[in-house]
């Protein structure tokens, strides 16, 4: 089954049933292109290019505080390694303090997903079905949950590589390396002026793209105005609504913790999500807990549900960036089931999957 996971940046990815509940949420975290138009324009407020020799958290930051007020009407591509490609038409916009953003897909499953600030909401025509949930984090790159500056330092380095262009457009090049082998690096098209990312190539350790996404094509001149996509987000008449609520729970609580810390990742936040339909008309739904991670740049979601009494298959799978765990944990009251997800390499699944246990 086609479904987008929450955890940042695909557009479609198959993974296994137990994140069938984060397709009411596709997510992109995509480079944010600048708010002038036309080959060559120069784009947004102007933002000073960090000094010879500054760190990854200069330019991080700097790309992070553009992302947040800009406008633009683009075409996103998200292509893979392995040859998969998917696209998608973004429309942004910001008002004050709100922002809202429409995604339409332009490949796989037709759906068209709304953002208003913490406020997701995905259409589906094929079912005539509209699904809402909150969200607190925002899917831009680089999003820098939970980092501080010692932290970014610590485990990632940046190079500047000089000059490059993005349709049309002027940037500067700065690679993102990772100093371990737990996280993968990046290199980033910034529009000179501003520091807004236009294109983004995700890195292994040998330096091969396993991942690359950038806008196509960039429209600014006259950017869909916010009322005007807050009209089409909150119309909804003819539909058949579905919201999944939240629940905010301390996994300690729930008798989850890790053994040991997973280098450069801490706690950023952890839910129980309903999923699927109650098993009799008026009984509860299932939920699942998603306790998620960061180190600033990448993100990782255990996902964790009790096993059930359905046959499932313990694998690995990878689409671009984005690897999947799945596996089994013996527990003498019950078995439970684990799917870890996050764009990094699989090494670092495992640790957390290692790490994961029962304290009750």
């Known amino acids: 089954m086609h479904v987008s996971p929450a955890s940042r940046r695909r557009l479609v990815a198959t993974v296994p049933a137990a994140l069938l509940v984060l397709a009411a949420a596709p997510s992109l975290a995509q480079p944010v292109p600048p708010a002038a138009a036309g080959p060559g324009a120069v784009a947004g407020t102007p933002s000073p290019v960090p000094a010879p020799g500054a760190g990854a958290i200069d330019w991080l930051r700097r790309m992070h505080e553009a992302a947040r007020t800009t406008e633009y009407v683009g075409t996103f591509v998200v292509s893979t390694g392995a040859g998969a490609l998917s696209s998608a038409r973004i429309w942004h916009a910001c008002e004050g303090a709100v922002c809202v953003e429409r995604v339409e897909t332009l490949s796989g499953p037709q759906r068209s997903t709304f953002r208003r600030n913490e406020l997701v909401r995905t259409f589906l025509p094929d079912q005539r079905l509209v699904k809402t949930e909150q969200r ?26 000089g000059r490059g262009r993005v349709a049309g457009i002027d ?30 190539q995700t890195l292994d ?20 105005p916010v009322v005007a996509l807050t009209e089409m ?3 909804t008449q003819g539909w058949k609504a579905e ?61 964790i549900e009790p096993y059930g009494d359905q046959v499932r298959q313990e694998a690995a799978q990878a689409l671009g960036a984005t690897y999947t765990l799945s596996r089994r944990l013996p527990d003498p009251a019950g078995d439970w089931w684990l799917t870890a997800m996050g764009e990094v390499p699989p090494r670092t699944l495992e640790a957390f999957a290692r790490a994961l246990v029962r304290n009750r």
């Open 243 to 303: 919201r999944s609520k939240l629940e905010p729970v301390k996994p300690e609580a729930e008798g989850w913790a890790l053994s040991q810390p997973v280098p450069g990742f801490k706690p950023v936040s952890s839910y129980m999500r309903p999923i699927g339909e109650p098993k009799f008309f008026f009984g509860p739904r299932k939920r699942i807990l998603q306790w998620t991670f960061s180190d600033g740049l990448a993100t990782v979601s255990l996902f």
């Open 136 to 161: 607190e984090n925002l899917d831009v790159f680089p999003n820098l949950l939970g980092a501080t500056e010692s932290s970014i330092a610590e485990f990632y380095d940046a190079r500047p590589l």
């Open 205 to 224: 350790a040998r330096g091969a793209v396993v991942e690359q996404s950038a806008f196509s094509e960039l429209q600014f001149e006259e950017p869909v």
């Open 233 to 235: 987000m909150d119309n």
């Open 171 to 200: 940037t500067d090049v700065v690679q993102i390396v990772a100093k371990d082998a737990m996280r993968f690096g990046y290199r980033a098209w910034c529009e000179r002026r501003s520091g807004l990312v236009l294109k983004l």
